[in-house]
């Protein structure tokens, strides 16, 4: 069984700063990539940043620049540090991590519940 659990929304104003936390805990061989993704009312979910067991970083471009994805492989740990946050961010952002349970096992993505991130103007 894996858990992912994500942590550190909340309400902040534009111009503010939030870090956001999730952790996969469970059992887990190997994780091979760890992504934030969001969701705003009425529109559909999108990637905002990802980072692959060799520290490779994607971005989408509307937080480049202002948003930092980093990762504890340690503790199966990822991080998202969003500055110069605007109301457009505002959203349930999700965790999502494709890891393998068991070395024999193939790799699949698992999802966190959500955190949410309201940022008022």
């Known amino acids: 069984q894996v858990q992912v659990v994500e942590s550190g929304g909340g309400l902040v104003q534009a111009g503010g700063s939030l870090r956001l936390s999730c952790a996969a805990s469970?059992?887990?061989?190997?994780?091979?990539?760890m992504n934030w993704y969001r969701q705003a009312p009425g529109k559909q979910r999108e990637l905002v940043a990802g980072?692959?067991?060799?520290?490779?970083?994607t971005y989408a471009d509307s937080v480049k620049g202002r948003f930092t994805i980093s990762r504890d492989n340690a503790k199966n740990t990822v991080y998202l540090q969003m500055n110069s946050l605007k109301p457009e961010d505002t959203a349930v952002y999700y965790c999502?991590?494709?890891?393998?349970?068991?070395?024999?096992?193939?790799?699949?993505?698992?999802w966190g519940q959500g955190t949410q991130v309201t940022v008022s103007s």
């Open positions: 999502n991590t494709i890891l393998r349970g068991r070395r024999w096992e193939f790799s699949r993505a698992y």
């Open positions: 469970g059992t887990i061989f190997s994780i091979d990539v």
């Open positions: 980072i692959t067991s060799s520290d490779s970083v």
